[in-house]
C-alpha cells in the first residue's frame, strides 16, 4: 500500500490544483502553489519540474497540507507564508500589518520617477509592513526617510524588514494626531492611511475582512478624510517650499480632497488613475509662492 512517504512534487502539485482551483481559479491555484514550494523549499518553477519524482519528506508534506486547509479558509497567502511581494523585495508581513497592494507600487514608482534629486527628506505616515518607506529608501539616492505608524506591532515588522533589507530608516511609533515636527522636516510626505468608507464594508471579500487589521483599513462614513485633513494640515507646516505630498485614495472623495488641498493653498494639485482605471492618488506641491 501507498503511504503519505511516496507523496512526489508532481503528485502534491496535482492535489494542491485540484483542491485549490474551485476557490480561487486555476491560474491563481497555480501562482500559490509555486510561492509554496518556494517559500517551503526555495524551489524556483524549474526546479518544481526536475524534481517532480521527489518524494517530499513528512514534514514538508505536512507544512503543505496545513497551508492548504487555511487556503481553503481563504486566509490569504502573505499571512500564511508570512511574506509578500513589493516593488522588488520581499516584504515580512504579519496581521498586524495590511498586505502590501500593486496600487501601492504605482503609488511608489511615481515617486521614484519624479524625485530625481539626492538627499531628499522623506516621511511615509502609517508605514505598515514599512513597504513604501523601504522601497524608496532602496531607490531614492541618499534619501533619508522617516516612517510613523501607530501600531507597535507594524512598527516591529516594519524594522525587521528595513534591517533585513538594509534600509536605514527612523521609525517613530506615533499617532499622527499627536505628531508635530518642526517647519521645514520633509521634502515628501507619502501616505497611504485608511480610507475605505465603513459602509462599503459589505461589499468586501472575506479574505480581507476576516484577516487584515480594520484600523488601517476603515474610516467613519462620517469622517472619511480624517487622516487626509490632519497630514494635509501636518504637511503646511513641515513641508519644504516646494515640497510634495503624495497619497494614495479612495475614489468616492477625490474631488473632496482635492478641494481641501486647493483651499489650504497647495498648488499642482492631480489625481492619477491605478492600472485599474480608478482615480486612486492623488499629489501636489507645497509652494511659499503665492499667486
Ligand atoms: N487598497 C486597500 C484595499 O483596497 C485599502 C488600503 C487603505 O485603506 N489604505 O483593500
Not at 490569504?76 to 509578500?84: F, S, V
Not at 527628506?121 to 539616492?141: K, V
Not at 487626509?228 to 507646516?237: A, H, N, Q, R
Amino acid at each position: 500500500m501507498e503511504t503519505d512517504k511516496s507523496i512526489t512534487t508532481a503528485r502534491m502539485t496535482a492535489e494542491l490544483r485540484r483542491d485549490l482551483s474551485p476557490i480561487y481559479g486555476d491560474g491563481e491555484a497555480r501562482a500559490m502553489i509555486r510561492l509554496i514550494f518556494h517559500s517551503l523549499k526555495g524551489w524556483s518553477q524549474t526546479d518544481m519540474v526536475i524534481n517532480a519524482d521527489t518524494p517530499l519528506s513528512d514534514y514538508i508534506i505536512d507544512k503543505i497540507n496545513d497551508i492548504k486547509s487555511r487556503l481553503l479558509k481563504n486566509e490569504p497567502i502573505q499571512y500564511i507564508l508570512g511574506e509578500a511581494y513589493f516593488y522588488g523585495i520581499n516584504l515580512k508581513v504579519s496581521p498586524d500589518t495590511l498586505i502590501p497592494r500593486p496600487e501601492t507600487e504605482q503609488l511608489v514608482d511615481m515617486i521614484v520617477k519624479e524625485n530625481t534629486e539626492s538627499d531628499l527628506r522623506i516621511l511615509d505616515i502609517g508605514t505598515g509592513s514599512g513597504a513604501i518607506a523601504i522601497a524608496l529608501s532602496r531607490n531614492l539616492r541618499f534619501a533619508k526617510v522617516s516612517a510613523i505608524d501607530i501600531s507597535e506591532g507594524a512598527l516591529k515588522v516594519a524594522e525587521e524588514n528595513a534591517t533585513h533589507l538594509h534600509a536605514d530608516i527612523s521609525f517613530i511609533n506615533c499617532d499622527v494626531f499627536e505628531y508635530s515636527p518642526k517647519p521645514d522636516s520633509f521634502d515628501i510626505i507619502v501616505s497611504n492611511p485608511p480610507y475605505i468608507d465603513d459602509s462599503e464594508k459589505k461589499g468586501m471579500e472575506s479574505n480581507v475582512l476576516d484577516y487584515e487589521p480594520h484600523s488601517a483599513l476603515f474610516v467613519p462614513d462620517n469622517n472619511p478624510l480624517i487622516f487626509y485633513s490632519k497630514i494635509v494640515e501636518l504637511g503646511c507646516k513641515s513641508l519644504s517650499n516646494g515640497g510634495k505630498l503624495y497619497f494614495e485614495i479612495n475614489p468616492r472623495h477625490a474631488e473632496e480632497l482635492r478641494q481641501l488641498l486647493l483651499d489650504d493653498g497647495y498648488q499642482d494639485v492631480e489625481i492619477i488613475s491605478d492600472i485599474y482605471g480608478k482615480q486612486r492618488f492623488i499629489k501636489c506641491l507645497r509652494s511659499d509662492n503665492k499667486n
